[in-house]
């Protein structure tokens, strides 16, 4: 599973957002591809970037050795799946999508790694800390999409 924007690295005009103080329940990736699917309704639209969580603490995960079981449940995956709050200074490349345009696509996929006295990295769900958390990010659009390999049978668990 691998969610990747690419791009030809020259200079260009981005999005560039700074806030602190969360104060709803969503994060911050979700806050932005929200505030998209307010706007565009049913159009796709998508976003790659790198953000920074200046201050606060992170929830991530880490995946352990795959299950020698099948996993069929958001129960399952989140034993399954290895959880830690993190310090930051932590940075991540994120990508998201407005809406699903048919591909079996996760709407939103984030992974950073820190950069405190403690190493870490892993998959970015939130911060923990919403009256100290401080965000800097930087976004562009994304031109088209490609899916590789979707998958025959799918499921709508473990899309967090």
Known sequence: LGNLFLSEGKPGKVLKICCKNRTGS?????????????????????????FKILS???????????????????AEVNQWLKFYEVPT????????ISRDPGLDLRVEHS??????????GGHYHYDTTPQQVQYLGYYNLADFIYRLDKPVDTHTFGRD
Not at 56 to 74: L, Q, R, Y
Not at 111 to 120: L, R
């Open 111 to 120: 992974h950073g790694w820190g950069e405190a006295e403690v190493s870490s």
């Open 89 to 96: 200074p932590f940075t991540v490349l994120s990508t998201f």
């Open 26 to 50: 969503k994060n911050f990736v979700s806050c932005m591809r929200e505030t998209l699917v307010d706007h565009y309704g049913e159009q796709a639209v998508g976003m790659g970037g790198v």
């Open 56 to 74: 606060g603490k992170v929830k991530i995960h880490v995946m352990p050795d795959f299950s020698p079981c099948p996993i069929t449940s958001d």
